[in-house]
């Protein structure tokens, strides 16, 4: 209160990408920035650069002067008692860092607030302090993934704050398709389709003819791979997938294998039910936005009616009837249509008006079911998904053999969005749309950086002469401004690297411009040619032709598109330089588990919605961070026996050791110096998670590691000042699965995984790589694990050899397990530090711990 609230930025221009920041419109105060220090370096700092984008709405320059002008008009004190321009700034320094936190103080009594008024649906877990509990509190910061949020309301001094009630009223709609891909027999045919279903948005596809685990095909392990490595060259999601035929499963003649493709969503659950020895059916669980159906996935014969109508009764009727009570979705290649006089059309010949003896089997099979098309369609004569196009008229037709049928309870929210054309094989996509019958209001989630953008030429470009121009500045900031200056520059960079994404998705999408022209052109053809108006003016030869040129034209251009994710995607598995199998993708992946939290058991009762799910996982996991009461006299017996051993003669056997002082003072210097963060860029792992700010490792090696020095005076600043930066130590929490847990629906069933910020992570890797030589020679051989030079499989070999000497010995004995449950978490911090003294370990040691545990 009494503080004015921050400027208000400017409209962003029409074509901003909605993360760019919008540069604020600062007052221009008389005399504003000129007795500040870091008003002047900024001024004296190389701000004429080359344009960072080709085309783009900033350069480096704009963006050095945009940090410059946050920082100038940061709230600072003035004293009227003719300090000099030093103790001005130090005063102005304090004054800024008081009011950050502040600030810092007023967004938490707002978000207090806001979470007693209405229950948030997220959480944010943050370090405890040393002897207390676990802190779970709702977080200034975006929505975890630990629940899902709904809607925002920002505040004056913090990120969204979502609230339930808020922001969008329900998911988008589900795409499912049904795709005849003509057998899945390379990286191109993987590419091709993959880049199809992704252009168009597809959820969920339901494929016929994979050819999987057949001798003219590959593998379903080699097909995922293949479906990996596009998705990554491509830098788009893949699908997850329940095949219909699996190795070793005899295909009947003509079972070409079925399958359904699904994309990884928090609301979408997909699980294999049934699937028919002949690789023709399959039978899948779906549960989405309050929907609870069963997809049925056929491909029936095409060598007539008589094996039709065998498959009609001795495979799809079996799975339909034996399914649970749910609304069914029938999709697939049925290779024989209802009404040859609506469905069907050949150029050369008139085609037999009436029904086949296939239809009054599937109406005995289906009754009271739907062509979804014909409800929004009854006499078209369009939605044709089948086309043979021969050297001449008399071999062309088409048909709309690839149909799907829905019984009345789920009618309602089903649409028919047309056929998607594909170039490959002689079957379009046919495209439905499932609209959500209740949904669960959620945020706009986590938006992290991927790590495929650094690899684009662009971007790279743009980020490095972002970097350059900021590092430069940065040389002349003060070591007591540069924590403020790091502040802006980094929730900077990042707003810069989500615009850059969206650039390149942008850039993706006016690239496959070409593919949805040429998908439009044969789409028109195709409907030309299925009208027969052409025809019966005696043009459809003409008609024909077009048809086929579109249709080539079509294949030519997602040819084109996909030849580079297929590239990519046969490289990488030239570097495997390994045939894939199922047992050894079972070996390389392990075993998955659920991947989506459907319930929660919670007082007595099961939570379906994400705030009880959420209530639930946070209790649990405060309780079993929280720890149990502190026994005082048992530390102090357990420090009087560490410190008399210590004093034993260092030649004594098993005797505690300190660290050697020399070795300790080193690695608690207070300086982080550029070549161990370089050090650690070397090393760090590339492709990891990101942390709440949504920056992954990769932000931070670019150009050369042109980031370290800057890093290491931050690190350096921190542990000086005995501050962190604004959201250092927060970490998203992913619960994970724990393997042959009985019931998933315990809280204890899943796993605690917290995601913390890259530059967390980096300096955690700096202190290791310090402490290691220092803490090795007071730390015993039998502690195996996390020291450079030990294995903790030394632990197994000598469990092995006690095993061996019992029985050598002809007697008996026991093996003792002991875990401590939440040891990092529920270890008494004070006497963490009473021990480390005791062990000879430095007060700049002491100073970097407590840092990181606060």
């Known amino acids: ?154 505040f004056p001094w913090g990120g969204p704050v979502h609230v339930a009630g808020a922001g969008p009223a329900a998911p988008r709609p589900l795409a499912i398709a049904s795709h005849n891909v003509g057998g899945l027999t390379s990286a191109s045919a993987v590419a091709m389709s993959f880049l199809a279903w992704d252009r168009a948005g597809f959820d969920i596809v339901a494929v016929q003819e994979t050819w999987a685990d057949r001798n003219s095909g590959r593998t379903a392990a080699e097909l995922e791979l293949f479906l990996d490595d596009v998705a990554r060259a491509a830098d788009r999601p893949s699908y997850k997938v329940v095949w219909g035929s699996a190795s070793g499963v005899a295909h009947l003649p003509g079972g070409c294998g079925v399958a359904v493709f699904f994309r990884a969503d928090p609301l979408l659950r997909v699980s294999l039910e049934a699937a028919s020895p002949c690789a023709r059916a399959m039978r899948v669980a779906v549960k989405w936005a309050g929907h609870a159906f069963t997809l049925t996935n056929g491909y029936w014969p095409a060598e007539g009616s008589v094996p039709r109508l065998a498959f009609a009764s001795d495979t799809l009727g079996p799975m339909l009837h034996a399914s649970p009570a749910r609304p069914h979705l029938v999709v697939g290649d049925f290779n024989w249509v209802e009404d040859s006089a609506r469905d069907r059309r050949g150029l050369g010949s008139a085609v037999a008006a009436g029904s086949p003896p296939e239809a009054a089997a599937w109406g005995g099979l289906a009754a009271g079911f739907q062509d979804v098309f014909r409800r929004f369609h009854p006499t078209g004569r369009s939605g044709m998904t089948f086309h043979r196009m021969g050297e001449g008229s008399e071999t062309a037709r088409v048909a709309r053999l690839d149909r799907a049928y829905a019984d009345p309870a789920l009618l309602p929210h089903l649409s028919y969005k047309g056929v998607v054309a594909h170039g490959r094989g002689d079957h379009h996509i046919l495209s439905l749309s499932l609209r959500p019958a209740a949904g669960e209001r959620h945020g706009p989630g986590r938006r992290p950086v991927r790590a495929g953008l650094f690899a684009s030429p662009a971007a790279a470009a743009s980020i490095a002469t972002f970097v350059q121009g900021v590092t430069s500045a940065a040389a002349a900031v003060p070591d007591e401004d540069v924590l403020d200056f790091f502040a802006v520059v980094k929730k900077y960079y990042g707003h810069k690297l989500r615009a850059l994404q969206a650039r390149e998705s942008t850039a993706r999408a006016h690239a496959r411009a070409t593919v949805a022209g040429a998908q439009h052109a044969a789409s028109q053809a195709l409907d030309r040619l299925a009208d027969g108006a052409d025809a019966a003016a005696g043009n459809g030869q003409q008609a024909l032709m077009r048809a086929v040129e579109a249709q080539a034209a079509l294949r030519t251009a997602e040819r ?117 963060v370089r050090a650690v860029f070397m090393e760090a792992p590339g492709g990891t998670s990101a942390g709440p700010d949504g920056l992954p490792y990769e932000a931070w090696r670019v150009c050369n590691g042109v980031w370290a020095g800057l890093l290491a005076r931050v ?140």
Request: aromatic share 4%.
């Open 715 to 854: 690190f350096t600043a921190m542990v000086r000042e005995d501050r962190l930066l604004p959201g250092f130590n927060d970490g998203t929490i992913t619960p994970l699965p724990k393997p042959g847990v009985p019931d998933v629906r315990v809280a204890a069933a899943w796993r605690p995984i917290t995601l913390l910020e890259a530059l967390y992570r980096i300096l955690a890797r700096v202190l290791v790589v310090r402490f290691g030589p220092a803490m090795a020679p007071c730390i015993g051989a039998e502690q195996t694990a996390f020291l450079t030079g030990r294995d903790i499989r030394d632990s197994l070999t000598e469990v092995f050899v006690v095993l061996a000497e019992l029985a050598a010995q002809g007697g008996g004995g026991a093996v003792v397990l002991l875990d401590i449950a939440k040891a990092y978490d529920t270890v008494d911090r004070d006497f963490l530090f009473t021990v480390m003294t005791e062990m000879g370990a430095s007060e700049g040691m002491l100073r970097w711990v407590r840092l990181l545990l606060r």
């Open 560 to 676: 084109a598109a996909a030849l580079p994710a297929a590239a990519k995607g046969r490289a990488a598995a030239a570097v495997r330089n390994e045939r894939a199998s199922p047992s050894l993708t079972a070996f390389l992946r392990g075993h998955a588990g659920p991947a989506h939290i459907d319930g929660m058991w919670k007082d007595g009762g099961l939570a379906l919605d994400n705030a009880g799910i959420v209530g639930a996982l946070s209790g649990h996991y405060a309780g079993v961070s929280a720890g149990g009461p502190r026994d005082a006299s048992a530390q102090a017996d357990v420090t009087a026996a560490l410190r008399a051993d210590l004093d034993v003669p260092d030649n004594a056997p098993h005797s505690a050791r300190r660290m050697p002082a020399a070795a300790a003072a080193a690695a608690g210097s207070l300086t982080v110096t550029e070549a161990e």
């Open 1 to 154: 209160p009494g503080n004015p609230p921050p400027p208000t930025p400017p409209p962003a221009p029409p074509m901003q990408p909605r993360c760019a920041p919008a540069r604020e419109a600062l007052p221009q105060t008389e005399g504003a920035g000129e007795d500040r220090p870091l008003a002047r370096a900024f001024s004296a700092a190389p701000t004429a650069v080359a344009a960072a984008d080709s085309g783009g709405d900033s350069d480096a320059g704009s963006d050095v002067d945009w940090i410059s002008r946050r920082l100038q008009h940061r709230p600072t004190a003035v004293s009227d008692s003719g300090e000099d321009d030093d103790s001005l700034h130090q005063a102005a320094a304090a004054a800024a860092r008081a009011e950050s936190r502040r600030r810092a103080a007023a967004g938490a009594v707002a978000g207090a607030r806001l979470a007693a008024q209405a229950p948030t649906q997220r959480l944010a877990i943050r370090s405890a302090r040393p002897g207390g509990p676990l802190a779970a509190a709702p977080s200034r910061k975006r929505p975890l993934l630990l629940g899902a949020a709904a809607g925002g309301r920002a």
